[in-house]
């Protein structure tokens, strides 16, 4: 079957314009301009961690939140300090007390005002005012929604709600942020407010800052180094030498330390820890102990640095990697052009690229298709 003479729906001129590497179609024509407006008022931004909906609460919905918990659930209410070693803490101490608090919590552990352990200028503190102990119940609505606006003015618009495991250690009770900024409420990953310039990989505020809006990088290939249906433990990164013995060994300890699950499908894995793969997880040292019963400790830098630097140092492993490299989309931004904030891993980022992809980008979604 077939329609022979339909109309375009859209027709736009043909122009010559001036070359320039960042031009769409969707730029040249000026649409894109109108869509970044309707991008910046309509879509939903998405925590590029964890790949969750990101949003702002007000004071009542954080309190609607909290008395959504079972009647009789036990919450402590703190707020999140931002501690310098340049501030006095006996100043902030006092400061608190004319709050009308009586206890902080440093590092996870609690403390009431008059006992609070000298604090070093030199080690780094998570300081946060315990505002309050509530008891879940409606009866009590008024006294939580008074300690929630306490907490968000103490934590300049964050708040936490910690539930009191007694079975657990303190310093591991279950957290939840509520923030009435753009902010993740899982892992508090804060985002600028979206505006039409977060969409714009024509300027700096929009671009995704490792390609420059141009989308695309030579490097290795995504695509090549890891088969996405396949879990790590199956051997889903191409290059990784689970032939030799330590190999199993020190991805098991990655894994373990990072909460990078080994047995589910790579393309199951959040933005977060894909990028912990591809770009390491800087200067932390994982253990691991080899067949010989040795234990050792070893960084990682991350499979894109570590082929590049290899690809340095030797030309023989540069020919044989060769294979690998590509004109690929980049991995920073997937190929979006866009910055962490403005590129979202669903629809509506895919909505936007689908449109105005350039030559690039077209190829690889016929290919994906
Ligand atoms: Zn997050
Ligand atoms: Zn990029």
């Known amino acids: 079957e077939r329609i022979e003479g339909l109309a375009p729906a859209i027709a736009i001129e043909q122009k010559t314009v001036a070359h320039n590497p960042r031009s769409t179609v969707g730029t040249v024509t000026e649409i894109y301009d109108y869509l970044r407006v309707l991008m910046a008022r309509l879509a939903t931004p998405y ?137 993740c409420r899982k892992c508090g990953y804060s985002m600028q407010t979206l505006t039409p310039h977060s969409f714009s990989f024509n300027s700096p505020l929009g671009w995704c800052p490792d390609c420059e809006g141009i989308g695309t990088q030579t490097g290795t290939s995504p695509a090549l180094l890891i088969d996405p249906g396949m879990s790590l433990n199956e051997g889903a990164i191409r290059m990784w030498p689970i032939a030799s013995e330590l190999g199993p060994v020190m991805l098991h300890s990655i894994c373990k330390a990072t909460s990078i699950p080994a047995d589910v499908p790579v393309e199951k894995l959040t933005s977060g820890q ?83 992809c350039n030559e690039y980008s077209l190829q690889q979604s016929r290919r994906r298709l």
């Open 47 to 183: 925590c590029p961690e964890c790949d969750n909906p990101v949003s702002t609460q007000t004071a009542v919905d954080i309190t609607n939140h909290l008395l959504d918990f079972p009647e009789g659930t036990r919450l402590v209410l703190a707020a999140p300090l931002h501690w310098q070693p340049t501030i006095d803490p006996d100043n902030l101490w006092q400061d608190l007390r004319t709050s009308g608090l009586v206890r902080v919590r440093i590092n996870g552990k609690m403390y009431t005002l008059d006992d609070v352990p000298r604090l070093s200028s030199t080690a780094s503190y998570d300081i946060e005012a315990v505002v309050d102990r509530i008891t879940i119940s409606e009866a009590n609505r008024s006294r939580i929604a008074d300690s929630v606006e306490l907490a968000l003015s103490l934590g300049t618009g964050v708040m936490l709600a910690i539930d009191p495991d007694s079975d657990e250690d303190e310093t591991r009770w279950k957290v939840v942020r509520h923030s009435q900024l753009l902010a």
């Open 274 to 356: 894909r990028r912990m793969l591809l770009y390491g997880t800087d200067d932390r040292w994982f253990r691991a102990t080899n067949a010989k019963g040795v234990e050792f400790e070893f960084q990682w830098k991350g499979l894109f640095p570590t082929l590049e630097q290899a690809t340095r140092l030797s030309p023989q492993l540069r020919q044989k990697l060769a294979p690998f490299v590509a004109e690929v989309a980049c991995a920073a931004c997937d190929g979006s052009r866009l910055n962490r904030d403005g590129h979202f891993k669903n629809s509506q980022r895919n909505f936007l690229s689908a449109i105005f």
